[in-house]
C-alpha cells in the first residue's frame, strides 16, 4: 500500500527543478495564510461579531420593550433610533413573522449565528433575520403581543471590513513576494539548465566552447568538473588517435619493405600465401586506425532532414548492394556529423548486405514524454545472431565466426565503430530479431 501511494506521489510531482522550487515555496506559504484565515475567522472575527451583534440586539431589545410597553409614543422612538442608533423602525400591529429566510453565503451565515446567539440571550421571542448584501442592510424581525416591529440596521454595526482588508492584504503580499522568489529562483536554476544543456550537447557531438561556468557557488564547481572531465576525454581520445596512427606508422614499413621483399623472390604457392598475410596484416591495421579514430571530434555537427541523408546514401549504394527496401518519414531535423553518420550506417549496411538478400530500412518519430527520438530500423533476411550474442557482437574485434577467417568477414569492428558513432550523437543502437528472419539494427537518436 505504501508503494502505490508513493508510486502516485512521484506520478503527481512535478518533473522541473523550477517548478519544484516554486511548490517548496508556495506550500509553506500557502499553509500559512490558510492557518492564518482559520485563527483569525475563528477568534478575531468571530469575536468581534459577536460584540457587534451584542451591542446592536441590546439596543433592539430596549426599543422593543419601549414600542410594546407604549411608555413612549411610536413617533419618537422611531425618531430617537434613527437619530441616535441609526436603526431604521417600522411596527404593523397586525402582520406576523415570514418564514425563515435563508443565507447567500458564509459571511451571512457567521453574522446570523452571532445575531442568533445574541437574541437566544437576550430575549425569549420569535424573530426573524434577513441579511441583504444588496443595499447594506440587516433586516431583523421580532414578533410582540401584537403585531411585528421590524428593524433596518445597517450592515457596517455589525459586519467589520477590516476582515476582507486583512485576507486581500495577505494575498496580495504573498503573491508578490511569491512572484519575488520565483525571478530570483529562475535565475539560480538558469546557470543549471545551462550545465545540462552542454552536457546534452557534449554527449550529442556539439561543441560548448562557448559555456563558462556560472551561478552559485556548488552549480559554479559541477560546471567546472564537467569541462575538466570534457578536456580529458579530448585529451585521452587525441592521444589513442596518434599512438595508434604512429604504430600503424610504424608497421608499415616493414610490411612495404616485406612486400617488396616477397615480390623479388619467385613465385611459388607460399609466396602467395605470405602476400596474402601481409595484405590482411594492412587491413587489420586500417581497422585498428578507423576503430581508434571513432567518430571524428573535429567534424562540425549540421542540422539537417535524416531523411535526406538516408536517401542519400541509399543512392550512392543502390548499384553496390543488394535490393534495398525504403520506408522513411517526410522530413526530420537532426543534428549529426554527416560523414560519421555514413560511416556507420555503411557498417550497418555492408553487414545487412553480407548475411542477406534484401534489405529494409525504415524510420518513425517516437514522441515519448521527455524522450522524443527518431528510430530507424535497419533490417535484413539472413541467418542473424542468437540473442545471447547481442551484446558480444558490439566488443571491438568480436566476429561471430571464430575462425577469424577474413574471407568470411572483417575484422570485428564495423558494429563497434557504429556505436561509437551513434553514442557520439547522444543516441543507442541495439539488435533485435527481424520480422524477416534476419537481424534488425535498432538505432535511437534524440531529437
Known amino acids: 500500500m505504501a508503494k502505490t501511494v508513493n508510486k502516485i506521489f512521484k506520478k503527481m510531482m512535478p518533473r522541473g527543478l523550477f517548478v519544484r522550487s516554486l511548490l517548496i515555496l508556495i506550500t509553506p506559504i500557502t499553509l500559512v495564510m490558510l492557518i492564518t484565515s482559520i485563527v483569525f475567522v475563528d477568534n478575531h472575527w468571530n469575536r468581534m461579531s459577536d460584540r457587534l451583534a451584542e451591542s446592536v440586539v441590546g439596543e433592539i431589545i430596549w426599543l422593543s420593550d419601549m414600542v410594546e410597553s407604549s411608555r413612549w409614543d411610536y413617533t419618537d422612538i422611531q425618531g430617537y433610533g434613527k437619530a441616535h442608533l441609526e436603526i431604521d423602525i417600522r411596527y404593523d400591529k397586525t402582520a406576523t413573522l415570514p418564514a425563515p429566510y435563508k443565507d447567500q453565503g ?19 421571542r420569535d424573530y426573524r433575520i434577513n441579511i441583504a448584501h444588496h443595499n447594506k442592510f440587516i433586516y431583523i424581525k421580532i414578533g410582540l403581543k401584537q403585531g411585528v416591529i421590524t428593524f433596518n440596521v445597517p450592515l457596517r454595526r455589525i459586519f467589520s471590513s477590516s476582515a476582507y482588508i486583512f485576507l486581500i492584504w495577505m494575498a496580495i503580499s504573498s503573491v508578490f513576494l511569491i512572484s ?97 598475410d601481409i595484405t590482411d596484416m594492412e587491413t587489420m591495421i586500417d581497422g585498428y586506425l578507423n576503430f581508434a579514430r571513432g567518430a571524428d571530434i573535429k567534424e562540425e555537427s549540421e542540422h539537417m532532414n535524416f531523411s535526406e ?26 543534428n549529426i556529423k554527416p560523414q560519421s553518420m555514413e560511416r556507420a550506417l555503411s557498417n550497418i549496411l555492408n553487414n545487412a548486405d553480407k548475411y542477406g ?27 542473424g545472431i542468437s540473442p545471447e550474442r547481442f551484446e ?24 563497434s565503430i557504429a556505436q561509437d558513432i551513434v553514442l557520439s550523437h547522444g543516441g543507442k543502437i541495439t539488435l533485435d530479431k527481424s520480422p524477416h528472419g534476419g537481424l534488425a539494427v535498432c538505432i535511437h537518436l534524440p531529437i
Open 392 to 415: 558480444d557482437v558490439f566488443k571491438p574485434f568480436y566476429r561471430v565466426d571464430s575462425s577469424r577467417n577474413s574471407s568470411t568477414g572483417g575484422i570485428g569492428l564495423g558494429l
Open 106 to 124: 458564509s459571511w451571512q451565515r457567521i453574522m446570523r449565528k452571532s445575531l442568533e446567539r445574541a437574541l437566544d440571550k437576550r430575549t425569549a
Open 357 to 383: 538478400n534484401e534489405i529494409w530500412i525504415s524510420a518513425q518519430i517516437i514522441d515519448e514524454p521527455y524522450n522524443k527520438h527518431l528510430e530507424l530500423r535497419i533490417e535484413d533476411d539472413g541467418i
Open 309 to 334: 541523408l538516408i536517401t542519400a546514401i541509399y543512392a550512392r549504394n543502390k548499384n553496390r548492394l543488394k535490393p534495398i527496401h525504403l520506408n522513411l518519414p517526410g522530413c526530420v531535423e537532426l
Open 180 to 276: 519575488i522568489a520565483a525571478i530570483f529562483m529562475r535565475n539560480q536554476i538558469r546557470p543549471i539548465r545551462a550545465l545540462a544543456k552542454a552536457t546534452e550537447n557534449y554527449g550529442r557531438g556539439i561543441d560548448t566552447q562557448n559555456f563558462k561556468p556560472c551561478g552559485a557557488r556548488e552549480v559554479r564547481q559541477a560546471a567546472r568538473a564537467f569541462l575538466d572531465m570534457k578536456d580529458r576525454i579530448g585529451r585521452q581520445v587525441s592521444q589513442r588517435t596518434v599512438m595508434l596512427a604512429g604504430v600503424s606508422h610504424d608497421l608499415r614499413t616493414p610490411l612495404t619493405r616485406l612486400k617488396l621483399s616477397l615480390s623479388m623472390l619467385p613465385p611459388s604457392q607460399d609466396i602467395d600465401d605470405m602476400k596474402k
